[in-house]
């Protein structure tokens, strides 16, 4: 299974933008680039996906790169609520990852008030 | 109401008892899964279901086993608890094959004595 990269932690100020960074260079074509987040004491909360292009939902951008072997999740004003730990994750439709969410470690993100 | 929900939400049990964690959802969802979440790390799938007939394993199914009693309940049991199994258990439903977003219960904590 291919697999993500990222920073173990980042900082931001409120009302910034921040970028949040995931290399995944052995990504193939069928693989869906998933974002989760997680906040303290929570489940994980789906944030946003994309195959080839740049999508935008009211939580956030997905910026891919035009060769997908990486992404950067936009989280455009940043607020205290957004403090959690960012995962990203392929999903292969059609491989034996199917249906199947493999979480790293992700990304600590703490936002300063 | 929640879409998924987990029952107990917290629970001690000591080593050898036989411990049933149950999950409901209703957001129609065929596919449903449970993952552990130790401190420090992501979560790790121990078993999913994509349809009441249809069940797998996971990365670390040794020690667990589940059932599906219907489409809208998937149960976690864990035969004879250890203390290694003290760990964050998450349950999780998904409809959309291929592009898989997740949806998360908030969490059972289990602490094996």
């Known amino acids: 299974d291919a697999k993500t990269t990222q920073p173990n932690s980042m900082e931001s100020n409120e009302e910034e933008p921040v970028h949040l960074p995931c290399n995944h260079s052995t990504i193939s074509g069928t693989d869906y680039i998933h974002w989760y987040r997680q906040l303290p004491s929570q489940g994980p909360e789906y944030v946003i996906h994309g195959l080839t292009s740049n999508v935008n939902n009211r939580m956030a951008s997905l910026a891919i790169a035009e060769d997908r072997k990486s992404s950067t999740l936009i989280l455009h004003r940043a607020t205290l609520r957004d403090a959690a730990v960012y995962y990203c994750?392929?999903?292969?439709?059609?491989?034996?990852?199917?249906?199947?969410?493999?979480f790293g470690q992700g990304t600590i993100l703490t936002v300063h008030p | 109401d929640a879409d998924v929900t987990q029952t107990p939400r917290n629970r001690i049990t000591k080593t050898g008892k036989r411990i049933m964690l149950e999950c409901s959802q209703t957001k129609g969802h065929d596919r449903m899964y449970w993952y552990r979440q130790d401190p420090g790390l992501g979560l790790r799938l121990i078993y999913y279901s994509f349809d009441v007939k249809d069940i797998n394993k996971g990365e670390i199914s040794d020690g667990y086993s589940v059932s599906r009693q219907a489409q809208a309940k998937f149960s976690l049991s864990l035969e004879s608890a250890i203390p290694n199994q003290t760990a964050l258990y998450f349950c999780a439903t998904s409809d959309l094959p291929g592009e898989e977003t997740q949806y998360f219960g908030p969490g059972t904590r289990l602490l094996v004595l």
């Open positions: 994750i392929l999903i292969n439709a059609g491989g034996t990852s199917y249906g199947k969410l493999t």
